[in-house]
């Protein structure tokens, strides 16, 4: 018997198609207008260009140096999602397997810390890593998203607790030792877990204004923050903000492609009990 659609069914589509077509537009009149020159970009937003200005790129990569700093961004998203995906998997599959005193507190200390964004331990943070000699570069501020593991920890715990334990002891049987378990069987399993982490906390890291304008300078620095230097003059540098803009969201976009279907499965595991 088939169920019928009520009315209210088809708000959240007509929702989704609504927004979808506002990020459609912004994305058309950012891609078109990085093609064109201030007046036109001005007088003619919605248009295509009269012609197709590859100036304004040629000078983002010449002039500004924008490459630079994508390359700062693209090392640091990198380094701080390995080193993230390391920690807290390990982190993880410890306070999911075995038992030892305080683990119900590290539990509740880790939960606690999705509570909290990041930026509230700005002060802390900076005089850790002041006091380590890595300030102004890119390594403290993986250190700092390192350790901003508390999200990264909760979906790799949610994922191994879910996983019998005939898995491990089979290995044992077999003379598989504890970092073989981990690393052989254990993370092979955990791709949708690794997708998932990877694309959230990516976006966090790769999009993240606040830390990187607060922890780099000079030509450490990262795209969004350059960025924002050119949107606080946007009428002086407005042919060459949209082309930065453009360069800036193809890492999103790849990185998006590439693990959607891992945040698909990554955020439903564990959703439905067999």
């Not at 260009?49 to 961004?73: A, G, K």
């Not at 006091?131 to 790799?156: H, Q």
């Not at 795209?223 to 002086?236: D, H």
Request: proline share 4%; glycine share 6%; aromatic share 14%.
């Amino acid at each position: 018997m088939k169920k019928k659609i009520g009315r209210t069914s088809w708000i959240p589509t007509i929702l989704f198609l609504i927004y979808g077509l506002i990020v459609f537009i912004l994305l058309y009149v950012t891609i078109v207008s990085s093609f064109k020159s201030k007046t036109e970009i001005t007088t003619n937003m919605f248009g295509l260009p009269q012609q197709w200005r590859i100036e304004n790129y040629v000078r983002v990569i010449q002039d500004e140096h924008f490459l630079t700093y994508m390359l700062n961004s693209l090392i640091l998203l990198v380094g701080s999602i390995v080193g993230l995906l390391i920690v807290s998997s390990l982190l993880a599959y410890g306070q999911s397997r075995y038992q030892f005193k305080g683990k119900a507190f590290l539990e509740t200390f880790i939960l606690f810390g999705m509570m909290f964004p990041i930026q509230l331990g700005v002060l802390v943070n900076y005089q850790v890593i002041n006091a380590m000699g890595l300030i102004s570069t890119l390594l403290g501020l993986m250190l700092v998203y390192i350790g901003n593991m508390s999200l990264a920890c909760f979906l790799f715990m949610k994922f191994f607790k879910q996983l019998p334990g005939e898995l491990s002891e089979s290995a044992k049987i077999d003379g598989a030792n504890e970092f073989q378990i981990f690393y052989k069987i254990m993370m092979p399993l955990c791709k949708p877990v690794i997708g998932t982490v990877t694309l959230v906390c990516g976006l966090q890291i790769f999009n993240d204004f606040y830390m990187p304008l607060i922890f780099l300078y000079g030509d450490s620095r990262t795209a969004p923050v350059i960025i924002q230097t050119y949107v606080q003059n946007f009428l002086l540098f407005i042919d060459v903000l949209f082309p930065m803009v453009v360069i800036n969201i193809v890492p999103i976009l790849i990185l998006f492609i590439v693990a959607q279907k891992q945040l698909v499965e990554g955020l439903t595991a564990g959703a439905v009990k067999s």
